[in-house]
DNA sequence: TTTCAAAAGTTAATCGATAAACAAATGGAC
DNA sequence: GTCCATTTGTTTATCGATTAACTTTTGAAA
C-alpha cells in the first residue's frame, strides 16, 4: 500500500507538501505550483494511494466512523433495512463509515467508549433507557423516526400528521364519510412508540373535520389486557359496531398485519367483502402489502430518504455545518382495497 | 481520554510496561512484578483508560474492523435482520466492529480499499460478479448460506439438505404420501440463488425414498417467461394436476409468498380447504406465517446462528486459529397449515 | 556465594498522517 | 528595481500505541 511517502520520493518533495496538493490546500495560483500539484496527483493515482484513516484519525482526533445503535432484544428487527440502505448511501458518500454497536444493558458505555466514534445515529426503536447512553457520550447524535430526546439531539421525521391525512384525503376522495381509525391492542401499545400512531390519527382527523364530517372518525381500540393480540382480538369490537347505525364504511388499520386481519378475515366474518363493501388502508407499507389478496392499499414512509437525510444532518453536525433540515415525505400506493363504499351506506 | 502515559506516570512505569501488563504479557512470576501490574490495573480501571484503537491499528497493521458487503439494488433487502444480529454479538465479543459496505458496480474497490478491513462478510444476496470484488481484495472472507466461490473464502451454511428432509419427514409423519414442491415460476427463478432450493428439493426427495414413496414428489413449477409472479401463475398447473387421479395431498412452497398464495388463495379456487384437504409448509418462516390465517407451518433457517458461526469462523482465520466448522440446524414450526390428509385421498 | 536463564522493565524507533512554525518563492504595486 | 502581502514548501514535532533491542531483576541451581 503507497503512503504519502512513496509519492513524495517519486516528485521530489516532502510528503506534507503531498499531503496539502491531496487535500485540496493548493489553490495552484502560480504555474510551478499547479504542474507539480498536477504531477502529484497522477503519481497518487498510478500508485492507488489511499489515506490510511488510520494515521489520519490519530492525528485529527476524528474517527470518521459513526455508530449505529440497535437493540439485543432478539425479537426485534434490528433496523429497517431501507433506512439502512439510506444511511449507507450518504454516509458512504461523505466518507464515513458505518459501525454497528449492539447496546448492552449491563455495560452500556464500554464497548461504545472504545470505538470513539464521530457522531450517533439512533433507530426508533431504541427507547428512553437506552437513550441515556447516548447523553453520556456527549456526541452529536440524530434519532430517526422519533422526536429528539433533548435539544442538542438532531431528529428526522416526516411529517406523520401528512401522512394519516393522506390516508384520510384518499379516502374521503372515494366518498367514505364514516372511517374507523385502527389502534394497537392494550398488549401491544406498550411495545411501541406511540409518537407517530398519534399523529398519523390527528391527520385523519383532521381531514375528516376539513371535509365536513367531523364526528365520523371512529376509534377502535381493543381493551385486551395482556392477552396476545390475535385476528379475534378485534372480532367483538367490530362485530358489535356493524351491528349498530353509525357503521364505518372504511378502516384505517396502524400496521400491515391488523391491515390484514381486518382486511382478509374480519371482513369475511363480519359478512363483508374487501373493498366492495369495506376499504382498508394501511398505515405500514410492509411486502406483504403487495401479496395479498386483495392487495392493501398502504402509506409507505419514505425510510430510505429518511436514513440519507439523517446522515446528511448528522454530517453537517459533526463538520459544523448545520444544513437546513428537510422533511421526507410518505406516499400513499394505491392498491386494491379501497373502493368507494357500498351504494346503500 | 486517558493514555497509556497517564497511567505510566501514576504508577512510576514506563508505558510500554503498562501496554505488557494490560495485554497480559506480564505473568507475574514474582511478588514484585505482580504487585505492580495489579496497581497498574486498578490505575486504568480507575482513569476509565480504553485503547485507543487508532493508535493499535496504525502500528499493528490491523484495523480491527470487519466488513460486510451489500447489495445497493434498491429492491432487495440489505441483509436479515436475524444474521445481522448474530453477526454484530460474535464480532462484538470478539472486539471487532462491523462495518457496512456498499458494493458500487462502476468503482467495486475504492470505498473498500479505503476501509482496511481485516476481513470481509458477504451475504448470500450477492452474486458472482460482485464476489470479485473480495477476490481481488485478498482478504479473510466468509460467505453466509451459500458455497464458498473458492477454496480460500469460508462459508456458512445450514444443511439444506436436511431442512427440505425436516419438511417431509413432518408430512410424512402425518400420512402424506404424494407431495408436490412449489418452485419459483421462471420470471422468479432468475433473481434467487438456486443452491438452497435444489439442497431443498433434494432432501425432500431423500425422504419420501426412504418412506417408500419415490415416485410421490411432483414437482411444481410453472412457466410464465418473464411475466411477473402472481397468485395465478399457479393456477392452471394446480388445477389441472388437481382435476387429475395423483392428486398431491400437500405441497412445499420454497418461500412465504408462495406458501400462502398456495395455502389461502388457490385451495379456494380449487375448492380445497388448508389444512383439511391440503397442506401446506412454508420453505422460509416470514413474519406473515406467523398472522396468516391459517397460519403456516414452515422451516427456520437458524439466521441469528448463521451470523454467529460466520463471525467465529472469520475471525479464527484473521487470527489463524481455524476453529472447527459448525453447521447451524434449521427448524420445524409446526402451525396450522398441516394436518393428516383426508380419509380418501 | 556465585552463576545464570528467565522474567520484567527501559529506552529508542516506528506506524502514516497532519499541525505548527518557519523559510522561500512569487507577482503585482510603488 | 524594491517592497510586500500572499501563496507554497520545508522542517520538526506529534497523535497513542507497539515492536525491537537492550538492561536490570530475580529466584533457584551449582
Not at 207 to 222: F, H, S
Request: include cysteine; glycine fraction near 6%.
Amino acid at each position: 500500500m503507497a503512503t504519502l511517502q512513496d509519492i513524495a520520493d517519486r516528485c521530489g518533495v516532502s510528503t506534507v507538501t503531498v499531503s496539502n496538493v491531496l487535500n485540496g490546500k493548493i489553490k495552484g495560483s502560480w504555474p510551478s505550483s499547479a504542474a507539480r500539484a498536477q504531477r502529484v496527483r497522477e503519481v497518487a493515482n498510478e500508485l492507488g494511494y489511499r489515506v490510511d484513516w488510520r494515521a489520519k484519525a490519530l492525528k485529527t482526533k476524528r474517527t470518521y466512523m459513526v455508530g449505529l445503535l440497535t437493540t439485543d432484544k432478539p425479537e426485534t428487527q434490528v433496523i429497517e433495512g431501507r433506512v439502512l440502505a439510506g444511511l449507507i448511501e450518504a454516509f458512504g458518500e461523505a466518507s464515513y463509515q458505518l459501525v454497528f454497536v449492539r447496546v448492552y444493558k449491563d455495560a452500556p458505555t464500554a464497548d461504545f467508549a472504545d470505538a470513539r466514534f464521530d457522531g450517533i445515529v439512533i433507530d426508533y426503536h431504541l427507547e428512553a433507557e437506552e437513550l441515556e447512553v447516548i447523553r453520556r457520550a456527549q456526541l452529536p447524535a440524530v434519532v430517526i423516526n422519533a422526536p429528539a430526546p433533548s435539544d442538542d439531539v438532531l431528529s428526522v421525521m416526516p411529517d406523520h400528521l401528512e401522512a394519516g391525512a393522506l390516508a384520510a384525503r384518499h379516502l374521503l376522495e372515494l366518498g367514505h364519510r364514516r372511517i374507523g381509525f385502527v389502534d394497537s391492542s392494550e398488549s401491544e401499545q406498550k411495545h411501541w412508540p406511540r409518537h407517530m400512531i398519534e399523529q398519523w390519527r390527528a391527520g385523519v382527523r383532521r381531514e375528516m373535520r376539513n371535509a365536513g364530517c367531523g364526528d365520523g372518525l371512529i376509534e377502535i381500540e381493543p381493551r385486551n389486557g395482556d392477552a396476545p393480540e390475535t385476528a379475534d382480538t378485534y372480532r367483538p369490537l367490530l362485530t358489535s359496531l356493524y351491528a349498530g347505525p353509525d357503521r364505518p364504511t372504511a378502516l384505517i388499520a396502524n400496521n400491515g398485519t391488523r391491515a390484514a386481519r381486518v382486511a382478509l378475515r374480519l371482513s369475511e366474518s363480519l359478512g363483508l367483502r374487501c373493498p366492495d363493501d369495506l376499504s382498508v388502508v394501511s398505515m405500514v407499507d410492509e411486502p406483504a402489502m403487495d401479496w395479498l389478496s386483495p392487495r392493501i392499499t398502504s402509506v409507505a414512509l419514505p425510510f430510505r430518504d429518511l436514513g440519507r437525510e439523517a446522515a446528511r444532518q448528522l454530517v453537517g453536525r459533526i463538520e459544523d455545518a448545520d444544513p437546513e433540515p428537510r422533511r421526507p415525505r410518505a406516499e400513499l400506493i394505491v392498491r386494491d382495497s379501497t373502493a368507494p363504499p357500498p351504494p346503500g351506506a
